[in-house]
Structures are given as C-alpha cells and as structure tokens.
T-cell receptor, first 112, second 113 residues
C-alpha cells in the first residue's frame, strides 16, 4: 500500500526561527509533491509544490525534494505565530494523474 | 471569484437517512475529488472524476455514490447514513489531469447520530 508518513508533532519553534517539516513516501514512481497548510476548522491551502530534485523557494518557504531517499521537506524561515497550523504533505500516486495520498500532517506551533 | 463551493456547511443526520453533498467549481477545472477527513487519519479520497462523464473509486468508496452532473458540479450521496460516516468532507478540483495542485472547498461537517 502506498503511504505518506509525517511526524504528527507538535513541532514547537520560537518566533523568528526556522521550522523544518519532513515527509517520506513509499512509491518510487511518484512525480509531484505538495505541501498544504490547514488551520484548525479550515480547509487545506496550497503552500508549495515541487516536481524536481533539489530546492524550490517561495518567499519564506522552501520545499526540498530528494527522490533517491523518497523524502520531501518544507522549511519555513522567520517563523511567525500566524504560521501555527497543521502542514499536510501530499504525493501523487499514479503516473500523470492528480490523485494524491495525504500524510496525516504535522502540527506546527510558533510561540512568541 | 468563488473557487470551489460546497453546500451545506453543516448537517446533522439520523442513522439510515440519505443526503447529497453538493460541490461546484467556477474555475473551468476538469478534475474533481471528494475526500473525508477524520481526526488522526488525514485526508482520504472517496471518489474522483478525471473529466466530465467519468467517475472512479478512491481509497474509501463504500457507502457513497457520486455524480458528475456537468463540468462544474460533482455531488456525493450517502444513501443510508451510518455513524462511521461522521466526518468533515472536502471537495477539490484541478485544472487538468497530470500532476496539478488541488484547490479545496471550505468543507461540509457531517454528524450522523
């Protein structure tokens, strides 16, 4: 069974620090990788997506992908209390489709 | 600029009742999805529709049916609700098939007593 694993947390970091969120996946054929942010009681919101090995930066967010190790991570620089949320990792499960498997999410807490 | 709209936002049902959850998107997206989210379980795919006129089962389809009414609308039906179907249901869409990010609606909170 194809799986996406995340540490459930909570991950607690002080304001201004770098938060590092990690995700591993089981299917070597996966091509696309997504990070969603979900505030309590709200719907998932797309933060980043990455398709190629290496780093992809967007503002304070950096997604890192290592297909050989089947590992994708999200770095949040200069963490703010407003970043406190659950971060969901999602991976496509079939070649050239949009079907995704989601991890159970990591809860991030940024304290002042 | 509504994006993905789900109705209703909240619903309480009794065991055995039927219910249809509605989803509509105004972004001209081809693919649409229904998920359920339970505490500690993450998002699980119930059904999806890669294009108008097609539907396929996801990870947890039992107890549900779907209809892709047209390109905009994708409904989820519970024929005989069970307490195990108490969950938050999300609809999502993507513009084209093939590695595209999904855009989510606000969700429907469904309680079955």
């Amino acid at each position: 069974q194809k799986e996406v694993e995340q540490n459930s947390g909570p991950l607690s970091v002080p304001e201004g620090a770098i938060a590092s969120l990690n995700c591993t996946y089981s299917d070597r054929g996966s091509q696309s990788f997504f990070w969603y942010r979900q505030y309590s009681g709200k719907s998932p919101e797309l933060i980043m997506f990455i398709y190629s090995n290496g780093d992809k930066e967007d503002g304070r967010f950096t997604a890192q992908l290592n297909k050989a190790s089947q590992y994708v991570s999200l770095l949040i620089r200069d963490s703010q209390p407003s970043d406190s949320a659950t971060y969901l990792c999602a991976v496509n499960v079939e070649y050239n489709t949009d079907k995704l498997i989601f991890g159970t999410g990591t809860r991030l807490q940024v304290f002042p | 600029n509504a994006g993905v709209t789900q109705t209703p936002k909240f619903q309480v049902l009794k065991t055995g009742q039927s219910m249809t959850l509605q989803c509509a998107q105004d972004m001209n997206h081809n693919s649409m999805y229904w998920y359920r989210q339970d505490p500690g379980m993450g998002l699980r795919l119930i059904y999806y529709s890669a294009s108008e006129g097609t539907t396929d089962k996801g990870e947890v389809p039992n107890g549900y049916n779907v209809s892709r009414l047209n390109k905009r609308e994708f409904s989820l039906r519970l024929e005989s609700a069970a307490p195990s179907q108490t969950s938050v249901y999300f609809c999502a869409s993507t513009p084209l098939s093939g590695n595209q990010p999904q855009h989510f609606g606000d969700g429907t909170r469904l309680s079955i007593l």
